[in-house]
């Protein structure tokens, strides 16, 4: 993927190029309103889904085609691109039929090779030059993201961006997709003139969080944001707690800092992130560890078994620096690490065997 276009040649981008608009088209009304408030604002790519996959039965799955013809008039009354998501050979055809600007392929879609390549096909037997972003699929897998995007290359679309809007998880935590921001810097350095976009609206699932994403986003010098707005989101008929007004909107892309990417002391800054974002990993994988410790400690408790056994845990060391050592680590270093971990699980085990710990 080396002779890859500008994605919007027709306009006069500065970084970071901005697509906003309804995670789902619900009315020409709500559409039209929404369209008008953004474009007010500067916003000049306009998003919208008409196919929504969901993830169970029952939810609202998308206006469908009857919805192209009020993104149609978005283009026609406000000048802004137009955009949607597409997942099969139809939506391309009736996406492209109805002049939209860029189609993105969407987390679930980019998941499957299949669905891509019928997308990529699609668009290939159209002939049509039109800008295409690929999200990164649901599971956390590098490869899989460049695979989708590939496909679409090979199609024959040079206008190509890779969307990072975070990986699903199990259980509870801060965000509603992990960002893993590792995986879309890897991307950046394999890739480097593939723009890449951050939506920080499904990583974090909640309004009061993208604005500290997205300038997460832009530390790591990310080319744009694809950010979801609505002009009435708590009436949203789809991920309505992760919605914000266009002026809303407004007032975020205001405070947001874009630094100078050729700036030495940013390119430490950036790397100082990087480090925030690890340590803030860190923490999730070690609260994750104690928690499943904590039932091992009610196993134990309830099997009337120690807490402490031995055999189990120099197996653990034994494995863990030589894994450590393989990947450039010290053995004192694991040990000592290793040792401050298991301190602190049998503190929490021995809690819950003598009934202090509820958990
Ligand atoms: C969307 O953009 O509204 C959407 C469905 O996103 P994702 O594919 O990232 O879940
Ligand atoms: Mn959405």
Redesign the pocket.
Do not use: L, Q
């Given at each position: 993927m080396e002779d890859l276009k500008p994605l919007f040649p027709e306009l006069n981008l500065s970084r970071p190029i901005i697509i906003a608009g309804p995670?789902?088209v619900e009315s020409e009304e709500q559409v039209m309103k929404t369209a008008k408030e953004l474009s007010s604002n500067g916003i000049r790519i306009f998003?919208g889904?008409i196919w929504?996959?969901r993830t169970s039965p029952g939810g609202f799955e998308g206006i469908g085609e009857i919805g192209l013809p009020w993104l149609k008039k978005v283009k026609e009354e406000t000048g802004m691109l137009i955009s949607t998501?597409v997942a099969n050979k139809a939506h391309v055809e009736l996406a492209l039929n109805a002049g939209v600007d860029m189609v993105?392929i969407?987390?679930?879609?980019s998941a499957n090779p299949f669905a891509v390549q019928e997308v990529a096909d699609a668009l290939k037997e159209s002939g049509k030059d039109i800008a295409v972003l690929v999200?990164n699929p649901?599971n956390p897998d590098l490869e899989l993201w460049i695979g989708a995007m590939k496909r679409i290359y090979n199609a024959g679309i040079r206008r190509i961006g890779a969307?990072h809007?975070?990986f699903s998880t199990y259980g509870k935590h801060l965000y509603r997709?992990m960002p893993q921001w590792h995986i879309p810097i890897e991307l950046q350095r394999r890739y480097p003139s593939l723009p890449i976009f951050c939506?920080p609206?499904?990583i974090t699932g909640k309004r009061e969080l993208i604005s500290s994403v997205a300038q997460q986003a832009l530390d790591m010098n990310f080319d744009g944001l694809?950010i979801?707005s609505h002009c009435d989101p708590d009436s949203a008929w789809?991920?309505k707690n992760q919605q914000i007004t266009p002026e809303v909107l407004n007032v975020i892309l205001n405070t947001l800092v874009v630094r100078d990417e050729t700036s030495t002391t940013e390119n430490l800054t950036s790397l100082r992130q990087q480090i925030d974002r690890i340590n803030d990993e860190l923490l999730e994988l070690l609260a994750k560890r104690m928690r499943i410790t904590c039932e091992i400690g009610q196993y134990k408790k309830e099997h009337k078994m120690p807490v402490i056994q031995q055999n189990r845990y120099n197996d653990l060391m034994e494995r863990l620096v030589k894994n450590g050592e393989e990947l450039g680590m010290s053995e004192d270093f694991i040990k000592n690490i290793l040792a401050a971990i298991h301190e602190e699980s049998v503190r929490q085990q021995l809690e819950i065997v003598n009934g202090k710990n509820k958990k």
């Open positions: 995670c789902s998003r889904g929504k996959p998501e993105w969407g987390a679930r879609t999200k649901v969307i809007r975070g997709n939506d609206s499904h694809i979801e789809s991920d």
